[in-house]
T-cell receptor, first 114, second 111 residues
Framework: EAGVTQFPSHSVIEKGQTVTLRCDPI?????LYWYRRVMGKEIKFLLH????????ESGMPNNRFLAERTGGTYSTLKVQPAELEDSGVYFC????????????FGPGTRLTVL | DQQVKQNSPSLSVQEGRISILNCDYT??????FLWYKKYPAEGPTFLIS?????DKNEDGRFTVFLNKSAKHLSLHIVPSQPGDSAVYFC??????????FGAGTTVTVRA
């Protein structure tokens, strides 16, 4: 069974540009999450999808971040325009139905904003 | 505002000895606790979990202990092996799906 995949693995952009990160969850997982780790600190929750619906987006930093999950399959996270403080590693995770079901993480996308 | 804290950023242990990682939390609504392990350039990998109705859960070399009154949990690895060298994250959830993580503890197992 394929795990969670993320693309790209690395992205280097300049301040003010736009970047789109993609996540493909484990097949059959209705729950999809985005998290971010900045500067080696804690991993912080950004948002949670159940199928195509946003269940919880309380962790989204501001309206420069837009997440979508087309048809309840893959998800994209767009940052527009990017700022220096957006640099970090963005992780995607997916899980089955219950809140105690294990969240399986992808390898992350390392975003560097110059 | 950080609700899960790992106060030891690093731990060095000799191969074969016990590794003890600690984690404290502040939110009394947390009811499910997890440990994840992370290698460089990889995502976190689930290691072990414990529900708030238990005080201990064991899986092979890994045991997690929960002390609800102290809002403290710990992970014991025994015996420690070189492949255990990684960053370990403590995480918790409060009857929802959102995980709150600590900042991680880097474990180095010396031969």
């Amino acid at each position: 069974e394929a795990g969670v995949t993320q693309f790209p693995s690395h992205s280097v952009i300049e301040k003010g540009q736009t970047v789109t990160l993609r996540c493909d969850p484990i097949s059959g997982h209705d729950n999809l999450y985005w998290y971010r780790r900045v500067m080696g600190k804690e991993i912080k929750f950004l948002l949670h999808f159940v199928k195509e619906s946003k269940q919880d987006e309380s962790g989204m930093p501001n309206n420069r971040f837009l997440a979508e999950r087309t048809g309840g399959t893959y998800s994209t996270l767009k940052v527009q325009p990017a700022e220096l403080e957006d640099s970090g590693v963005y992780f995607c995770a997916s899980s089955n139905s219950r809140h105690t079901d294990t969240q399986y993480f992808g390898p992350g996308t390392r975003l560097t904003v110059l | 505002d950080q609700q899960v804290k790992q106060n030891s950023p690093s731990l060095s242990v000799q191969e074969g000895r016990i590794s003890i990682l600690n984690c404290d939390y502040t939110n009394s609504m947390f009811d499910y606790f997890l440990w994840y392990k992370k290698y460089p350039a990889e995502g976190p990998t689930f290691l072990i979990s414990i529900s708030s109705i238990k005080d201990k859960n064991e899986d092979g070399r890994f045991t997690v202990f929960l002390n609800k009154s102290a809002k403290h949990l710990s992970l014991h690895i025994v015996p420690s092996q070189p492949g255990d060298s990684a960053v370990y994250f403590c995480a918790a959830s409060a009857n929802d799906y959102k995980l709150s993580f600590g900042a991680g503890t880097t474990v180095t197992v010396r031969a």
